[in-house]
């Protein structure tokens, strides 16, 4: 049974991550509006209670998009890391709306192609 209150998108989008031990990067592997959850390709892993700054970069076809929210690691794992983006963070709210147009965007893109 399906316990998520928010509707999750799979995507593939590349990011950096920034905490207080260090940095990271990888690669989302699903999203919603409040949380993702992302593989990791390289450097240090943020620690669970870690609070983020994610740097999101996304090729529309013609420019780079890059944007940056924040968020918090709930949970660490084998297969990844679930970070739940900072709530009552209008600036937050709006960079993910924003990243999941475009990824729609991309999608409708490479069907019409």
Wanted: hydrophobic share 40%; with cysteine.
């Amino acid at each position: 049974m399906e316990r998520r209150q928010h509707r999750r998108k799979h995507i593939s989008v590349e990011l950096d991550i920034h905490s207080r031990v260090g940095s990271c990067s990888g690669r989302v592997c699903n999203m919603s509006l409040h949380d993702m959850f992302l593989t990791l390709d390289s450097g240090i892993a943020p620690g669970e209670d870690e609070q983020l700054t994610i740097a999101f970069s996304i090729l529309t076809g013609r420019h780079l998009f890059s944007r940056q929210a924040s968020g918090t690691v709930v949970r660490v794992s084998d297969e990844g890391v679930a970070i739940r983006f900072t709530q009552r963070d209008l600036m937050t709210r709006g960079v993910i709306e924003e990243v999941m147009y475009y990824v729609d965007l991309a999608a409708q893109c490479e069907k019409a192609a």
